[in-house]
């Protein structure tokens, strides 16, 4: 009764949340209670400031560059389904799901979609190559004033020097792969 | 009154079974569901672990900067955004079955009649019986105060004054708990603050100052008000001296701490009535109490207060709704039921600094009540949170890719 009521998720909209994300029936809803406290202005979106209202996520160093992960390209409010379609990248791989339909598209929380959200909070300029000057802006923000830009210079060549096979002298997301697993 | 408690909750449960049974839609919030389980660790050893489990090199070798350090700060990143543990102490504690109240409501969808009929009947009971009965009380209570403190203001300075002035505040507060149907179960009263003493409690809502104050006699701190609440303080300190203050000497914390400092040297005057946290919380947990009382050195008494929000939630969103709205909830709620604990008296110990002091006392408040301990502002409620942690994050983080490099320097 009340205002939450326009608010309220609808059934079919649980169902086609479930189908692209794979998260289960009282998971979405936990999540769409969080999505809407975190809504201060009640407009059914989330706006950068209302993600930066968590304390633990203001602290983070990389703290804005996660928010951004959530917003496409050039706008500034993501709705549920966005909210959850960035979400359910986090979600484990279970085993059940190896087994699914292989002509099925590749669920969201795939290995390699996992990687890819990690990549893509290197390189901004979405050029699929993680450039020194890229690498150079994540370390400064996860190191803040406590490192020289000698040093951090240094650190950024070797990690391109050992991890670059193709010598472009950049990372590539398959050379970003190759590194950061097995 | 336990008797309506018990018939109550027999109430709830019945309403709960039947919608559950008509219809399988959730009746209420599976909350023990939670999405995340985490046990904390440091950044060094979490980050280790991912290095450890990517990398097939050699950790004695471990170079300075791994790609995959981005991991860590990314999947703290995405759980806060889950949840977070303070974002959620600022809005009320969610129940885990409805108790008919349209306020503690969060998926209410049409369950079935039988339900409604109910809620319809409790409505009827609350606003038409119970809310009236409770506004003619509180404004007897408060009425009273007024009168009677400002007559006993006439008399001379002496025990007869303080031992009316005791009795008339007493009498008041009760009458006021009874306007709020507060059911209160004090616990150790024994350990009752006396005189020259600072007793420090969690705060919940302005409703705590009534439950403590209708079992003992406190001076209050606070800065006056205008209105109504400026009228009720200001025929308060006639009988017994408080202490209130103006707008503009809040801000001067010298001012404060030598005010409340002399009031505890004079061993004459009541026990002060302080809550740390500097407002609000939703009763789930304690936060980061402002080292400022304890600072001044006199004994502190704890007291923990913990409501049970199946019977009406007392938790005061001060940006959702004011006062008057806020006290007109309370008197239509079931009943306010609440337990309170004086905990034993605490000093500060030698080599302990007030921050240090205060924590120990949060945590024993927090033990006591069944609360989670934050150490988190509860000023976070309205404010930004502040630069430096952010900032001890990132020394943490540059201390684990510079150390190895001095390692390797000397090598």
């Known amino acids: 009764m009340g205002s939450r009521a326009s608010t309220l998720l609808r059934e079919e909209e649980i169902e086609e949340i479930k189908k692209e994300t794979g998260f289960s029936h009282s998971q979405i809803t936990r999540l769409y209670s969080r999505f809407t406290s975190l809504d201060k202005g009640e407009n059914g979106t989330l706006s950068r400031e209302d993600f930066q209202r968590i304390p633990e996520l203001a602290i983070n160093p990389l703290g804005d560059r996660i928010i951004n992960a959530f917003f496409p390209e050039g706008e500034d409010q993501v709705n549920f389904r966005g909210f959850m379609r960035t979400l359910a990248h986090f979600r484990p791989i279970e085993d059940n799901e190896k087994n699914k339909d292989p002509t099925a598209s590749e669920p969201l929380n795939s290995r390699s979609n996992k990687l890819l959200f990690a990549f893509r909070l290197y390189d901004l300029d979405r050029d699929d190559k993680i450039s020194r000057d890229e690498l150079l802006q994540v370390l400064r923000m996860m190191v803040g004033v406590n490192i020289s830009d000698e040093q951090l210079g240094s650190i950024a060549d070797r990690t391109i020097q050992e991890a670059d096979q193709n010598g472009d002298n950049s990372i590539s997301f398959n050379e970003f792969i190759k590194k950061v697993c097995l | ?411």
């Open chain 2, 1 to 411: 009154m336990t008797f309506y408690l018990v018939s109550l909750l027999k109430f709830f449960f019945s309403a709960k079974c039947k919608g559950a049974k008509d219809n399988n839609h959730l009746l209420y919030k599976p909350y023990s569901n939670a999405i995340i389980a985490k046990e904390p660790t440091s950044l060094e050893e979490e980050i280790k672990e991912i290095r450890r489990s990517g990398s097939n090199r050699d950790l004695d070798h471990a170079s300075e900067f791994e790609m995959s350090d981005i991991f860590y700060f990314c999947r703290q990143g995405v759980e806060s955004i889950m949840d977070d543990e303070v974002t959620k102490r600022f809005s009320a504690e969610e129940l885990e079955s409805w108790n008919l109240l349209t306020r503690s409501n969060y998926n209410f969808q049409h369950i079935s009649l039988r339900l409604t009929v109910l809620w319809g009947l409790g409505v009827v009971i609350r606003y038409g019986f119970l809310l009236p009965l409770r506004v003619t009380l509180a404004f007897t209570g408060v009425g009273l105060l007024v009168v009677l403190t400002s007559i006993i203001g006439f008399l001379p300075n002496g025990r007869m004054k303080n031992f009316l002035s005791e009795q008339v505040h007493l009498m008041c507060y009760r009458i006021c708990v009874r306007a709020l149907t507060a059911i209160i179960t004090y616990h150790d009263s024994e350990n009752k603050p006396k005189n020259g003493g600072i007793c420090v409690a969690n705060h919940t809502s302005p409703i705590d100052v009534i439950i403590l104050a209708s079992d003992g006699c406190y001076a209050m701190v606070g800065q006056i008000h205008g209105g109504l609440m400026g009228v009720i303080q200001k025929s308060m300190v006639k009988a017994c001296p408080h202490i209130w203050f103006e707008r503009s000497e809040v801000k001067d914390r010298h001012l404060v701490a030598k005010r409340l400092s002399d009031h505890v040297e004079d061993k004459t005057k009541l026990p002060i009535l302080i809550f740390p946290e500097g407002t609000c919380i939703n009763n789930t947990s304690v936060m980061m109490f402002k080292k400022g009382s304890f600072e001044i050195g006199s004994t502190v008494y704890p007291v923990a207060i913990k409501y049970d929000p199946r019977f009406g939630d007392a938790f005061w969103n001060s940006s959702q709704f004011g006062m008057v709205n806020y006290l007109l909830r309370m008197m239509s709620s079931w009943a306010i039921v609440c337990s309170v604990w004086y905990l034993p008296p605490m000093t500060r110990e030698e080599g302990e600094d007030a921050v240090q002091f205060a924590n120990r006392v949060k945590a024993a408040i927090a033990r006591q009540g069944g609360l989670v301990d934050l150490l988190w502002d509860g000023g976070l409620k309205r404010g930004k949170v502040k630069d430096t942690f952010k900032e001890e994050q990132q020394k943490l983080y540059s201390k684990m890719l510079v150390g190895t490099q001095e390692d390797r320097s000397r090598s």
